[in-house]
């Protein structure tokens, strides 16, 4: 009987591997619209739901595609008509990463850490929920919530009825005492 169960687990193990390389080439897609990627997905365990058109990864999950890293416990993607829609990662606490490219104007890398991560690739846009951090080079944001334009370079904080607060933490440029000082300065 023992032997007997170790061949079942080893049979769905197969049959889930089996499963998220059969789906690969449907999330190939996650990248901007304009490009073509390849998204690589790793975990303890993954479940294709073909009713609700989902895959979802568990057990300390990465993934990686061009210069994006995203990890977390769990890892859920969203398919519409074979292309990845949105990516929802959580954890203690989720991570995404992606390399600077001063080529395409990210100067520095990117990274944000929060309990829930959504991630839209189409759009290039991220949603931060639970202790949520953004670092870019050395100005941070934290909040309880943010919602960052990757391409745009524009970040949301908070939430309009100001009752979460927020912290940014910016790079001043260094102090030259013999710099000349600027026009329309308050003077007291």
Sequence with gaps: MPMLNKMIRSGLLIVLTSMAILALPIIGSAAPAQTTAEIVIEGASAEFDKTNNTITYTGNVKAKMESVAITGEILLVNLDQDQVQLITTTGKPARFSQAASP???????????????IYYPEENKLELTGEARLAQGNNVVSSASIRYNILGGEVEAGDKRGTNRVQMQLL??????????????IKE
Aim: glycine letters at 6%.
């Design 103 to 117: 080529s395409t104007g990210r100067p520095n890398e990117t990274s944000a850490s929060a309990a829930k991560i």
């Design 172 to 185: 001043l440029p260094k102090i030259d005492a013999n710099a000349k000082k600027p026009t329309g300065v």
